[in-house]
Structure formats: C-alpha cells, structure tokens
C-alpha cells in the first residue's frame, strides 16, 4: 500500500474513534447549596427641619425673608438652614453641594442674568453638626445602624466689591430670585 493510502485510512479511523466516543466523554461535575443570607440597600436622605430658614446682611441679625433687599457690592448675605441627614451603610460618605440653580436670574434682562452669574460664582455651601468633616462638607457613616443628625447648612453669597470702577455696573437694577435655595447631599 501506498504511503497516501495508508495516511487515509488511519486519519478515517482516529475520526471515526473520535466521533464514536463524543458521547461517552464526561467532566465530573456536582453541586451543592450553601446557608446565605440577606443583604439590603442603605440610604441617604436630607430633609429641611419644621422651622424656617433665616437669613443675615452683613452679619447683622436674622431675618425670615430677603425678599426686596437692594443688595450692593461689598455686601455679604448668608442663608442658613437646620436639616436633617439620614444616612445607612457602612463606610458610606456624602457631600453636601448647593445646586447652581438656587441663584437665578429673575429674568432674561442682562442685568438680571450678570447678577446671578457674579453671585453664583461667590456661593459657598457649608455644613456643621456631628458627623460632618470640615474638608469637604461631608457626611461620614461609621455603623452599620447609620446615622441620623441634625445639620445647619449655611450658604454665603458674597458681592465682591471690584477696585476696578465701573465694574459691577451690568448688574445694577438686577434681580435674582433666592426662593428656592436647593441642597444636594451625594454619595462621594
């Protein structure tokens, strides 16, 4: 027999064993159930108090509303508020944000928008209560239990006053709507 011949039909045979005992062929295998348990998602929550948020001008004492202040460069406005967090999960933290939204303009008048645009970008958001780092305002979990604390939230919008003459002056007879001052507690 030729060598070709003889290469034929030992290839012919070994594919025939090969195919013949697919079926037969087996990995060991088994499985078995274990005891697990139950695990549940934790939270985060920030809920204004029942009493009113105040506001201050320069320091000065604290008053309800704002509404109508003729605020001017230099002028330094501080919106405070007593909140409460709920927070469960290990190792969780949050941080408290002001949403940019809460300074905005009253209008499209392009006094209105300069002075919303010049006092959000003064705004500053800051947090004191059990539980609350200083850098950044955050909320830290340590138990499984969680926490529920009462906060203050203090925003402070400052008019810077320019050296520069003139400078503030598209923003004069603006008019920015404070009345929903927003505040954002997130997971970091």
Same mark, same amino acid.
């Given at each position: 027999?030729?060598?070709?011949?003889?290469?034929?039909?030992?290839?012919?045979?070994?594919?025939?064993?090969?195919?013949?005992?697919?079926? #037969?062929?087996?990995?060991?295998?088994?499985?078995?159930?274990? %005891? *697990?348990?139950? !695990? @549940?998602? /934790?939270?985060?929550? $920030?809920?204004?108090?029942?009493?009113?948020?105040?506001? #201050?001008?320069?320091?000065?004492?604290?008053?309800?509303?704002? %509404? *109508?202040?003729? !605020? @001017?460069? /230099?002028?330094?406005? $501080?919106?405070?508020?007593?909140?409460?967090?709920?927070?469960?999960?290990?190792?969780?933290?949050?941080?408290?944000?002001?949403?940019?939204?809460? !300074?905005?303009?009253?209008?499209?008048?392009?006094?209105?928008?300069?002075?919303?645009?010049?006092?959000?970008?003064?705004?500053?958001?800051?947090?004191?209560?059990?539980?609350?780092?200083?850098?950044?305002?955050?909320?830290?979990?340590?138990?499984?239990?969680?926490?529920?604390?009462?906060?203050?939230?203090?925003?402070?919008?400052?008019?810077?006053?320019?050296?520069?003459?003139?400078?503030?002056?598209?923003?004069?007879?603006?008019?920015?709507?404070?009345?929903?001052?927003?505040?954002?507690?997130?997971?970091?």
């Amino acid at each position: 027999m030729k060598t070709i011949v003889k290469g034929t039909i030992a290839t012919a045979t070994g594919v025939t064993l090969l195919l013949g005992g697919a079926g #037969t062929f087996a990995l060991w295998n088994t499985s078995a159930e274990t %005891a *697990g348990g139950t !695990i @549940v998602s /934790g939270g985060l929550e $920030v809920e204004p108090s029942a009493e009113a948020a105040t506001w #201050t001008v320069n320091g000065g004492a604290p008053q309800s509303t704002i %509404a *109508g202040y003729p !605020i @001017v460069p /230099g002028d330094v406005v $501080v919106y405070s508020r007593d909140m409460t967090v709920t927070a469960h999960g290990d190792g969780l933290n949050a941080a408290f944000t002001l949403d940019p939204a809460s !300074i905005e303009a009253s209008s499209t008048s392009s006094s209105d928008v300069a002075l919303a645009d010049y006092l959000s970008s003064t705004a500053q958001l800051t947090a004191t209560g059990d539980g609350i780092t200083t850098t950044p305002d955050a909320v830290t979990v340590t138990g499984r239990d969680g926490l529920e604390e009462d906060v203050t939230v203090a925003v402070t919008i400052e008019f810077p006053k320019s050296t520069t003459v003139g400078f503030e002056n598209d923003t004069q007879l603006g008019s920015v709507d404070l009345g929903a001052v927003a505040v954002t507690l997130t997971q970091i």
